[in-house]
């Protein structure tokens, strides 16, 4: 059983990122490009029925967004 109420899963390149989710509630589904911007993800993220969890494939454009989203208490 999942803890959090929305999944969200980002495709992270250097010039934009896909992000999509899905609130475990009401089976709705958000999408959005995003600007790479960690603090345009985090407002996204934020937006979305709480609580989130977050997954993204590791590379080098994901560091920063990692640390954003911990600071931020985004699991």
Do not use: N
Not at 12 to 22: D, E, L, N, W
Not at 46 to 68: I, K, S, W
């Amino acid at each position: 059983m999942f803890t959090e109420r929305t999944s969200v899963g980002l495709d992270v390149h250097a010039r934009s990122v896909f992000a999509a989710a899905i609130d475990s509630d009401t089976g709705e589904l958000f999408q959005s490009r995003l600007t790479p911007s960690p603090e345009h993800i985090l407002t996204w993220v934020q937006d979305l029925p709480g609580p989130v969890a977050v997954a993204y494939e590791a590379g080098p454009t994901g560091f920063g967004l990692y640390r954003t989203l911990l600071d931020a208490g985004i699991r």
